[in-house]
């Protein structure tokens, strides 16, 4: 017998969640994790000039640490994701917490610079990876009306965290020493663990049900059924779609200069012969920026006026442009010029961040979107790695940061570029939101499709 469920019904979504008070109090465990999280990674250029005094390294070598880490939470973010797929949100979430603040804890031992990069690097890195793309897509699957405006709120503590910790972690240096500090900065980041602990427990996506259900009635798993499952949990499918590829690359050229102020920004300054707190005063103060871009940001994008695609790429470029100007701006010997131009990047930078990751769902639709941010993080990893390393080695060769800062600026004009060639780009109106349904083992995309597929069953005398 056919299916008699008004169309309206059968073709809604059904990932959408309420958007509660519950919710919102994930907004608030994710606004915590993710400022311990990069609010920190952003702060660590405090630490970068006492290792280069300490450990007697040139500029690129010490930038590998941060480069490391950034990239470690990156590259494990899809182990991240498909353990949440596998398992429970809330125990990926704070193992990553721990190992976060484990990290930070055995960096304060370091001895040598490959005790860093293990430590801080690896460690922290991989403890960042478990806990900043399941926060994130928890949020998302979560809140849909208010989804970018709740983006914002919980990715503003980064600007938050990063004007209170630089002068912080200035403070703590002096001191305790950067030994010390990084002890207190492992105890705190183990805050984490607390806010994965308030995560409800998930609904599983059927296609994960059905997967492990076939795994299951076989009694044992052939090792084409574990790659299947495998698959299936890091959302693999993904590559194989132009529209995703496309922004996965045009975000890992973005990847590639935006840390580079937030590591290189403090030693430009003292660079420009500013003093050690003048400089951390220049990062709070994009901090500030960044905190109530990341807001208003949000609100502006749920308001519906504009194409999110569009936005983006607006914030893209501005920030690019910006970061092009810091040095310039640092060479005139005006620290009023070099905080102005600091404020301008650190507002277009917050702006972006938001309406980045709201833009994910509507590229792959909101079940696979756990998968798709883990996979993207991974991909923009290599990008991450490099970024950072190459400012330093540009700084080392010119003798100032003029060149890295243009360098890493360019990149983001080239993400811009690379988001004009997505899908209907150019058009004034979002695309129909991507659905998936399954029938009978198929996978297809739209309503439309789907009540083919049923009224060819139904003529043929089957049952949905």
Known sequence: ?????????????????????????????????????????????????????????????????????????????????????????????????????????????????????????????????????????????????????????????????????????????????WRGALLILGGLSLNIVACGAIIPLRRRPKSLEKVEQKVNAKGRS???????????????????????????????????????????????????????????????????????????????????????????????????VFIMFLPVSSLSGSYVALLVVSLFYGFCAGALTCVCFSVVPMIVGVERVMGAMGLLQLIESGAGLLGTPLSGWLKDITGNYTASFMVTGSFLIFGTLTLATLPHYFSCRDPPPVQRHSHNGKNVTSCSELEQLRNANTSNGGAL
């Open 1 to 177: 017998m056919a299916d008699q469920e008004p169309k309206a019904k059968r073709c809604s979504s059904k990932a959408e969640g309420s958007e509660g008070d519950w919710s919102w109090v994930l907004v608030t465990a994710m606004f915590v994790s993710t400022g311990l999280v990069f609010g920190l990674m952003r702060s660590l250029g405090v630490f970068f000039v006492e290792f280069v005094h300490y450990f007697e390294e040139s500029a690129q070598a010490i930038s590998w640490i941060s480069s490391i880490g950034l990239a470690a939470q990156q590259f494990f973010s899809p182990l991240g994701t498909a353990l949440c797929n596998a398992y429970e949100t809330r125990w990926v979430v704070m193992t990553g917490g721990f190992l976060a603040g484990l990290g930070l804890m055995l960096a304060s031992q370091a001895t040598c610079l490959l005790h860093l990069y293990l430590t801080m690097g690896v460690i922290s890195g991989v403890g960042w990876g478990l806990v900043f793309t399941p926060m994130m897509a928890t949020v998302t699957a979560n809140i849909i009306k208010r989804r970018a405006l709740a983006l914002g709120v919980g990715l503003s503590s980064v600007g938050i965290f990063s004007f209170s910790f630089n002068p912080f972690f200035q403070f703590l240096v002096e001191t305790y020493t």
């Open 222 to 320: 052939s090792c084409s059924t574990i790659l299947k499952q495998a698959s299936t949990y890091l959302e693999l499918s993904l590559l194989l779609e132009r529209p995703y590829l496309t922004y996965v690359a045009a975000v890992s050229f973005v990847n590639f200069g935006y840390f580079v102020p937030y590591f290189h920004l403090v030693a430009l300054s003292r660079h420009a012969g500013f003093s050690d707190y003048q400089a951390a005063f220049v990062m709070s103060a994009t901090g500030v920026a960044d905190i109530l871009a990341r807001v208003m940001s949000g609100w502006f994008s749920d308001l519906g006026r504009f194409r999110q695609i569009h936005l983006l790429s607006l914030w893209v470029t501005l920030a690019g």
